[in-house]
C-alpha cells in the first residue's frame, strides 16, 4: 500500500491552538496558586503568623509593586534637582566694559496704524454622539479550546477543573441528548484528548443536574457513554 503524504496542517493554526492551551494552562495554574494561598498551603517564613498565611503572599506582592512604581520617580527628581552647569556663563570680571555712548535720539512718531478687523471666532461643531455597538462576552478560553470548529453551538456550558484530582469536569446543555450517537463519541473522545494535553488524566460528562454521561475508561482508552442520565 502506498504511503498518502500527510494533510497539511497551517503553522499559523497550530500556533494560535498553542497559544489558546498555554493561555487556559496559565490560567488553571492561576486558580490552583490562589486556591492554595487561599487555604494557607504555600510556604511562608517562620515569623508569619500561621492563622494570617493567606495575607502574606499578596501583601508581599503589593510592596514590590509600590517599590516598583516609586523608585523610578524619586531616582528622577534627584537627577532633575543638580542641573549640569551652563559652560557658556562667563564670569562678570573677564567681561570688558562697553564705552559710554550718547543716547539714541527718538525716532520719529509713526501714524497710528488703523484698528484691525479680526472675525469672531467660528465654535466647532458639535461632534455627533454615537452609540457604541455592545460589547459581547467572551467565551471561557478553556471552553472555546474544548469546543473546537466543528462542535454544535451552545453544547457546553461550564468547565470546572480539578488540579488536585487531575479531573476535569464539562457540564452539558440540553442539546447533548440530539446529537446523533456517533458524533456524540467523536466529540467526547476530541474532548478526551485536549484534556489529557492539558494535563488531565480523568474526564467526566454531567448536566445540569451533575448527573454522569459520560467518563474516561478506566481499562484501556477511549470514553464511555450513557444513553440516560446515570447517577455520578
Known amino acids: 500500500m502506498p504511503n498518502l503524504p500527510a494533510p497539511y496542517v497551517s503553522p499559523w493554526r497550530e500556533f494560535a491552538r498553542n497559544l489558546r492551551s498555554m493561555a487556559a ?8 496558586v490562589w486556591r492554595r494561598n487561599r487555604e494557607g498551603d504555600l510556604s511562608v517564613p517562620g515569623f508569619w503568623p500561621q492563622e494570617l498565611a493567606p495575607w502574606f503572599w499578596p501583601l508581599l506582592l503589593v510592596l514590590l ?16 534637582g543638580n542641573p549640569p552647569p551652563d559652560p557658556r556663563a562667563v564670569p562678570s570680571s573677564e567681561i570688558p566694559s562697553a564705552p559710554p555712548s550718547a543716547p539714541p535720539s527718538a525716532p520719529p512718531s509713526a501714524p497710528p496704524s488703523p484698528p484691525s478687523l479680526t ?5 466647532p461643531p458639535a461632534e455627533s454622539v454615537t452609540e457604541k455597538p455592545p460589547v459581547v462576552p467572551s467565551l471561557d478560553p478553556l471552553l472555546e479550546l474544548l469546543l473546537g470548529p466543528d462542535a454544535p453551538s451552545q453544547l457546553l456550558v461550564s468547565a470546572r477543573p480539578d488540579g488536585q484530582a487531575l479531573q476535569l469536569v464539562l ?29 488531565y ?32
Not at 175 to 180: D, H, L, Q, T, Y
Open 201 to 232: 488524566e480523568q474526564l467526566r460528562l454531567v448536566d445540569a443536574e451533575d448527573r454522569l454521561l459520560g467518563r474516561s475508561a478506566r481499562v484501556g482508552v477511549g470514553m464511555i457513554l450513557y444513553d440516560i442520565p446515570a447517577s455520578a
Open 65 to 80: 509593586l509600590g517599590l516598583v512604581l516609586l523608585l523610578p520617580g524619586r531616582f528622577t527628581r534627584s537627577l532633575a
Open 171 to 199: 457540564e452539558l446543555s440540553d442539546r447533548w441528548s440530539a446529537v446523533p450517537l456517533a458524533m456524540r463519541k467523536q466529540l467526547a473522545e476530541d474532548w478526551q484528548q485536549r484534556s489529557n494535553e492539558l494535563g
Open 25 to 32: 494552562d496559565l490560567r488553571l495554574r492561576l486558580q490552583e
Open 119 to 123: 472675525a469672531p471666532p467660528v465654535a
